[in-house]
Structures are given as structure tokens and as C-alpha cells.
T-cell receptor, first 110, second 114 residues
Framework: RKEVEQDPGPFNVPEGATVAFNCTYSNSASQSFFWYRQDCRKEPKLLMSVYSSGNEDGRFTAQLNRASQYISLLIRDSKLSDSATYLCVVNSDAGNMLTFGGGTRLMVKP | DAGITQSPRHKVTETGTPVTLRCHQTENHRYMYWYRQDPGHGLRLIHYSYGVKDTDKGEVSDGYSVSRSKTEDFLLTLESATSSQTSVYFC?????????????FGSGTQLSVL
């Protein structure tokens, strides 16, 4: 089992839709969780951290479910500019380093 | 945006030749990292540094070496490039005191080994 797993997608949604991604992780002792956004041929950029109490930033909401070992990202009122790959990041078993999921691709269409 | 510069942006080389990629930061951050990104594998850590002359291996370190002689520069060297090292290489820095703090990435280097 991979340490961090994501559905690669693509998720094709119309503008204005609400879309949610999940990411599962294998290390129950993980403490740090993040969502990154990566545009095509660009570097990953931090979207938001995921706290135990959840985190909301405008149209984006991140949640952590420790019991089931997954984090989620909810995007409301999708915009064309939200089209990107969303990377789930968790601190790993070895040396407390960050491990990246393979990413979920989102395509928002007019 | 964090001040991270990678060079070169693109490189084509032949199998067996040495290649050095450079990462330069202007943020004075302690931690610097080298990742590679390949389809189907996501981002994988090659090496990282936690200070000048302090480096350690990551998940996929075989065939790579690094050096950090100054806080601002972190070099990645492929001693003898192979086709399996064709990839996009990203440098990252973090501003925390631990290795699991949030990362800021450079623009990447597309390396093709023919």
C-alpha cells in the first residue's frame, strides 16, 4: 500500500459545481497534512494546511479524519481557474519527511 | 513568492555524462530539498539538507549526490546520468525548524538523458 494515495482523476466538473477529493494515508502517527496545487508544467504551491479542527479558506475547505486516516478537500463554486492537479502531502514514516500523493487532476469546464 | 531559483531550466544530456543542477535561495532558510517528479510516482525526495555541509538521503538517492557549501546554494549532481534519471527536478525550501514544515518550490528543471 502506498503511504499516500489519491484518485488520479480527472474530475471533470462544470463551473459553479462543488467537488471533493479524498486522500488516504497509511501512517497513523502522521501529524502534518497539506494540500498543494500544481498547474501544468509548473511547480507545486501550497494551497492550505489541514488541521485537526479543519481549515477553511474562501471556497476551499480541508478536513482531517484521523479514525479513517484520510484528508479531504472541498471546492465550492468551482472556477475555470481551479483547473489544476491537487497534491495531498503527509509527513511520512521515515525521518518525519513529507510524502506526496500522486495528485488528483481537476478540470473545470464552462 | 519565495526566492528560489533553479538553473538550468532545461537540460539535454547524454548517458554517462555528469550533470549538476543548482538551487539558489534568498530566504536564508535552513532546510533545502531536491525532489524528482515522474508520471505515476508523484514527487519523490532525493536528498535534503538541514544546514551548511549537513545533508541526508531521501527515498530515491541512488545515483545522486548533493552539496551545500553555503546556506543559499544546494547542488544536485548526477555523477553519470542514465535514461532513468530523465525527469523534472524541483528544489524546495522550508522555513520551519523541523523537516515536516510547509515547502516552497522552485520552478523546476526539465532534464532529458538521451
Amino acid at each position: 500500500r502506498k503511504e499516500v494515495e489519491q484518485d488520479p482523476g480527472p474530475f471533470n466538473v462544470p463551473e459553479g459545481a462543488t467537488v471533493a477529493f479524498n486522500c488516504t494515508y497509511s501512517n497513523s502517527a502522521s501529524q502534518s497534512f497539506f494540500w498543494y496545487r500544481q498547474d501544468c508544467r509548473k511547480e507545486p504551491k501550497l494551497l492550505m494546511s489541514v488541521y485537526s479542527s479543519g481549515n477553511e479558506d474562501g471556497r476551499f475547505t480541508a478536513q482531517l479524519n484521523r479514525a479513517s486516516q484520510y484528508i479531504s478537500l472541498l471546492i465550492r463554486d468551482s472556477k475555470l481557474s481551479d483547473s489544476a492537479t491537487y497534491l495531498c502531502v503527509v509527513n511520512s514514516d521515515a525521518g518525519n519527511m513529507l510524502t506526496f500523493g500522486g495528485g488528483t487532476r481537476l478540470m473545470v469546464k464552462p | 513568492d519565495a526566492g528560489i531559483t533553479q538553473s538550468p531550466r532545461h537540460k539535454v544530456t547524454e548517458t554517462g555524462t555528469p550533470v549538476t543542477l543548482r538551487c539558489h535561495q534568498t530566504e536564508n532558510h535552513r532546510y533545502m530539498y531536491w525532489y524528482r517528479q515522474d508520471p505515476g510516482h508523484g514527487l519523490r525526495l532525493i536528498h535534503y539538507s538541514y544546514g551548511v555541509k549537513d545533508t541526508d538521503k531521501g527515498e530515491v538517492s541512488d545515483g545522486y549526490s548533493v552539496s551545500r557549501s553555503k546556506t543559499e546554494d544546494f547542488l544536485l549532481t548526477l555523477e553519470s546520468a542514465t535514461s532513468s534519471q530523465t525527469s523534472v527536478y524541483f528544489c524546495a525550501i522550508s522555513d520551519g525548524e523541523r523537516t515536516n514544515e510547509k515547502l516552497f518550490f522552485g520552478s523546476g528543471t526539465q532534464l532529458s538523458v538521451l
